[in-house]
């Protein structure tokens, strides 16, 4: 019997849909691992037609095509190791979200993924099919056992694997970031190793698709528990992986392990990335964005030049009465220190155009809100139409906290195709503005240094819709703000909960009342950055038409 295996494992970053390119990246890493004398390549769950593919799998010429392909792919690499790559498998009238094992020109077999998650952004109990408890795969004379991801935070699929004849654990996973989600991957594959006594390999995939980032970190556990290998997180990467047999059975040979960023810095890079594969994968090359002056567009600028480089950004100015003179000198120094392109636009001829065709409908009545948010419409205006013009897509640049209460005006700022703050709340958006000004990393496309000037993450926020206007005349202090929405939205706490805690329960109520009148603008919004497990879109779903306010 063999007493070493070695397996390739590709920690790639697949894009949904695209089959032929998919394969190809799957081929690319066979070769490598062809080379290196690997006896299989791994790759990670749905690969051959990316994830999370939601109701698109769903069509049949979508399924067969994946399937088509990884039989193509089996027919090409038949000289050479075994591939292990995820994808659909339709059957009899069934739909399985599956891992197909392939050698010697041919699909060996076949894992049915068992346990579907049907929580989070995930609904893959109204998608798939749950497939048996099933038994180990050979590979030679080695014997395989692979718990597709959801699988593995169960104990009895492992359980099942062990008591068959699996002598490892690989561990093909869709597994998306949310913040200090590692340590809880970490600890549940520990307690499957701890169960089964076996070597247990964690194989996850890289890259955006729409909110969610897929983060890697892929690692390799030994009997025990200890860490053989760490993969890098949000990076690609192909590395060899060796498992020796002893007398005590297999065990993985130690090899580099990659430093695992705080979570500022996995925020940080999550947004990069997030925007970086969705202007990619859509096909899109340069951004524009309103540059306010303010420290949320600049936070997006900053993410925006890291994600495509400050040549491919251009920030836009569009000043009205209310601009201040300070905003107009740090929206243009904030796009200068980051070498991104300053485009300056007035909003004040065609603010006055609207004023007087409405003039004659508007008589009689007191200037309001409605006057203010014609000013942020009329910038959605000019800003999609220079989108329109030039191929740039528009990013928005509302944080949580404004998309939580509503503060942001529907088809004015909040127009726009993606937004990367819409996960992030303002006290944390802060504090990632001096993370950003303090660090630079070598996925960043932009310069290094303070690149947000500190006036702008300093002075007090506001609209600038009106005189001496700031964000706390309508809304609380944001630390106190943050914290209600935290424990409303994030935790589902009751409102008596959160007054137990300390806060004015007019506020309270004020602030859920708030966030249950803004559905409607969230239904509307464009998609953003997945953070948390409490992120507007996917994670939490609520109806728009609600009179359910909570009484306690």
Known sequence: MADRFRITLAQL?????????????????????????????AFTEMFICGYNAQDLVDRPAFAADAVAHIEALAEICADGPAIAIGGPWPEDGKLFNAYF??????????????????ETVFDE?????????????????????????????????????????AEFLLVPN???????????????????????????????????QDDQVFDGGSFV????????VQMPVFDEAVVQLDLERGPEGWRA????KAKMPDAWEQDYRCMVQSVRDYFGKTGFSKALLGLSGGVDSALVAAIAADALGPDNVRCVMLPSEYTSEHSLEDARAAAERLGCRYDFVPIGGPRAAVTEALAPLFEGTEPGLTEENIQSRLRGLLLMALSNKFGEMLLTTGNKSEVAVGYATIYGDMAGGYNPLKDLYKTRVFETCRWRNANHRPWMKGPAGE???????????SAELREDQKDEDSLPPYEALDRILEMLVDEEAAVSEVVAEGFDRDTVKKVERLIYLSEYKRFQSAPGTRLTKAAFWLDRRYPVVNRWRDPS
Do not use: F
């Open 253 to 256: 040979v130690e090899g580099e």
């Open 221 to 228: 556990l030994n009997p025990g528990g200890a860490l053989a």
């Open 174 to 208: 869709g597994s998306p970031y949310y913040r200090h989600k590692m340590d809880v991957r970490v600890n549940l594959m520990v307690q499957r190793v701890v169960e089964t006594g076996l070597p247990l390999i964690y194989l996850n995939m890289v890259g955006g």
């Open 125 to 165: 109990v109204r998608i798939y099919d749950a497939g048996p408890l099933g038994g180990p795969y050979a590979v030679g004379n080695v014997r395989v056992g692979s718990p597709i991801c959801e699988d593995a935070w169960h104990e009895d699929v492992a359980e099942t694997l062990a008591e068959t004849g």
């Open 451 to 461: 690149v947000i000037p500190p006036r702008v993450i300093d002075k007090p926020p």
């Open 13 to 41: 970053n697949p894009v949904l849909g695209d089959m032929a390119g998919n394969a190809a990246k799957a081929r690319a890493a066979w070769e490598e691992g062809k080379a290196a004398g690997a006896d299989l390549v």
């Open 101 to 118: 094992i392939l050698k010697g020109g041919k699909v060996m077999t076949r894992v049915l993924k068992h346990h579907l998650p049907n």
